[in-house]
C-alpha cells in the first residue's frame, strides 16, 4: 500500500511538473532535447531516491536535481567547446603553416638537382660527339661557329647536334612542369 502511494504521488508529480522542469532547464541550457533529456533523468533519479527514503518536498528535490544535472551538462558543453577550439586552433595552426610552406615553395630549387641528375645522366648516354657540342654551347657558351671550328665540322653538322641532345633531353625531363626555368641548362 505504502509503495502504491508512493507511485501515485510520483505519477502525479511527473504530469504537473514534467514541463515545469523542462522549462527550468531549458533556461539554463538552451537546448529543448537536452532540456527533456536532464528531465527525465532528474525523474528517475528521484524515483529511485523515493523507494528507499521519504522525501518530504519531491518538488523541491527534483528542482535541485534538474539543477545539478543542467550544471553537469553545461560544463559538459564548455569542455565540448574548448576541444573544438583547440581543434580549430590547431587546424588553423597546421593550415598556416601549409600557407607558409608553400608560399616559401622555390620549384626551381627543389628540382634543380633532380634535374641536373637527369641532363647529367641524358648526356652521359649520347654519342661523344652529340654530347661534345652541347657541353661546348651550353655550358662554356661558345657559338656555333666556334664549335664546328674547333672540332672540324661544319656549323650545320653543329646544329644537328644540338637538336639531337635537346630532344634527348626534352624527352628525359617531359615529366617535370614546363614552367621551370630549365633556361640554363637546356
Known amino acids: 500500500m505504502v509503495a ?3 507511485w501515485n504521488r510520483f505519477n502525479l508529480l511527473y504530469k504537473s511538473s514534467f514541463n515545469k522542469g523542462c522549462n527550468f532547464a531549458c533556461f539554463y541550457v538552451r537546448n529543448k532535447q537536452a532540456s527533456e533529456d536532464i528531465t527525465m533523468d532528474a525523474f528517475l533519479q528521484l524515483l529511485e531516491t523515493m523507494k528507499v527514503e521519504s522525501v518530504d518536498n519531491p518538488m523541491a528535490l527534483l528542482i535541485t536535481i534538474v539543477k545539478h544535472k543542467s550544471l553537469d551538462y553545461l560544463k559538459t558543453q564548455v569542455r565540448r567547446e574548448d576541444t573544438k577550439d583547440d581543434l580549430i586552433q590547431w587546424k588553423q595552426r597546421e593550415l598556416a603553416i ?3 610552406n608553400l608560399e616559401g615553395c622555390n620549384p626551381s630549387y627543389i628540382f634543380s638537382q633532380e634535374i641536373k641528375s637527369i641532363v647529367m645522366k641524358t648526356l652521359n648516354q649520347l654519342p661523344e660527339q652529340t654530347k661534345k657540342v652541347f ?3 651550353r655550358f662554356e657558351n661558345k657559338s656555333g ?5 674547333t672540332l672540324g665540322i661544319s656549323v650545320k653538322g653543329v646544329d644537328y647536334h644540338m637538336n639531337k641532345a635537346l630532344k634527348e633531353l626534352r624527352a628525359a625531363l617531359k615529366d617535370y612542369p614546363p614552367y621551370l626555368n630549365f633556361g640554363s641548362v637546356l
Open 4 to 6: 502504491f502511494r508512493k
Open 98 to 100: 601549409r600557407i607558409s
Open 135 to 137: 657541353i661546348m654551347s
Open 145 to 149: 661557329k666556334e664549335i664546328a671550328q
